[in-house]
């Protein structure tokens, strides 16, 4: 069955240090994964999605991941945190081989330390 | 400016009232969705609408309801059969070429409902 893991719920930076977000999926051979931020009391904003072309995908506001299939996982990461990216991290996966359905992870909240 | 708006931002509302949420959308998205959130589950999926007239249930439809009567709205009613119906909820859609899960999902500020 496809599902999506956040191995963090929660995870803490220092400004100016790098990020991890960790996200392991089961799906078919080629689904299509995706990351998404919610700011507090917002809806979701797209940071980034792959879709069978590279494997490095590079989002907005600097962050990046990479598909691995030998891993099953998609990655979130940025050099250097900012402020700003404090907010609720989402990892999606979804399959075109399965009915198009769309599953969410349970989201990772990071702080970012000053 | 394209997007989704979400209405009302708050919405209290006493227990065994049915509550209506708007969605609307000026993308000219076909496919249609809406999320329950809750602290620490994600997203769960309550209806989703790929064309005018049609809708399906998702994971969690028990104690909603929903219409499709134009492309640009997709009302969702939380009905008192709802038990635990106090959430933030939130609307979504995408374009609805090609396969829906290759595109990105555009998604409203969201409702928080709370019932009293």
């Known amino acids: 069955a496809q599902s999506v893991t956040q191995l963090d719920s929660h995870v803490s930076v220092s400004e100016g240090t790098p990020v991890l977000l960790r996200c392991n999926y089961s799906?078919?051979?080629?689904?299509?994964l995706f990351w998404y931020v919610q700011h507090p009391n917002k809806g979701l904003q797209l940071l980034l999605k792959?879709?069978?072309?590279?494997?490095l995908v590079k989002g907005i506001n600097g962050f990046e991941a990479e598909f691995k299939k030998s891993e099953t996982s998609f990655h979130l990461t940025k050099p250097s945190a900012h402020m700003s990216d404090a907010a609720e991290y989402f990892c999606v996966v979804s399959d075109p081989n399965r009915d198009d359905k769309i599953i969410f992870g349970k989201g990772t909240r990071l702080h970012i330390l000053p | 400016d394209g997007g989704i708006t979400q209405s009302p931002k708050y919405l209290f509302r006493k227990e065994g009232q049915n509550v209506t949420l708007s969605c609307e959308q000026n993308?000219?998205?076909?496919?249609m969705y809406w999320y329950r959130q809750d602290p620490g589950q994600g997203l769960r999926l309550i209806y989703y609408s790929q064309i005018v007239n049609d809708f399906q249930k998702g994971d969690i439809a028990e104690g909603y309801s929903v219409s499709r009567e134009k492309k640009e709205s997709f009302p969702l009613t939380v009905t008192s059969a709802q038990k635990n119906p106090t959430a933030f909820y939130l609307c979504?859609?995408?374009?609805?070429?090609?396969?829906?899960?290759?595109?990105?999902?555009?998604f409203g500020p969201g409702t928080r409902l709370t019932v009293l």
């Open positions: 979504a859609s995408t374009p609805g070429s090609g396969r829906l899960s290759y595109n990105e999902q555009f």
């Open positions: 792959y879709t069978s072309a590279a494997t």
């Open positions: 799906s078919s051979y080629s689904p299509s």
């Open positions: 993308l000219n998205h076909d496919a």
